[in-house]
């Protein structure tokens, strides 16, 4: 996803999937600020903690927001909008 932040153009890498080992739950939505070198612990969010089928997708909206839909644990499908001061 590219950014302008103070007139400057910027990237970050996104990744989405469940972050379990045994099970399809703990949607999770990860960010890396330097090409998916390092994908820093306290910048992932939590989407849905339970088991759902996991499958899901990333779009960019706009400068300042990423979209994600996910199969959860509540809903067949879900579209979440994510604003990406809540990646920073």
């Given at each position: 996803?590219?950014y302008?932040?103070?007139?400057?153009?910027k990237s970050?890498?996104?990744?989405?999937n469940?972050?379990?080992?045994?099970?399809?739950?703990?949607?999770?939505?990860?960010?890396?600020?330097?090409d998916?070198?390092?994908?820093?612990?306290?910048?992932k969010?939590?989407?849905d903690?339970y088991?759902?089928?996991?499958?899901?997708?990333?779009?960019?909206?706009?400068?300042?927001?990423?979209?994600?839909l996910?199969e959860?644990s509540q809903?067949?499908?879900v579209?979440?909008?994510i604003?990406?001061?809540?990646?920073?």
């Open positions: 996803h590219t302008q932040e103070q007139g400057q153009t970050i890498l996104l990744f989405l469940p972050e379990s080992f045994h099970k399809r739950d703990h949607i999770t939505l990860k960010v890396s600020y330097d998916g070198m390092t994908w820093p612990s306290d910048r969010i939590l989407l903690e088991a759902g089928r996991g499958y899901s997708c990333i779009t960019s909206i706009n400068d300042s927001l990423i979209g994600v996910y959860s809903a067949d499908l579209f979440q909008q604003g990406l001061d809540e990646l920073r």
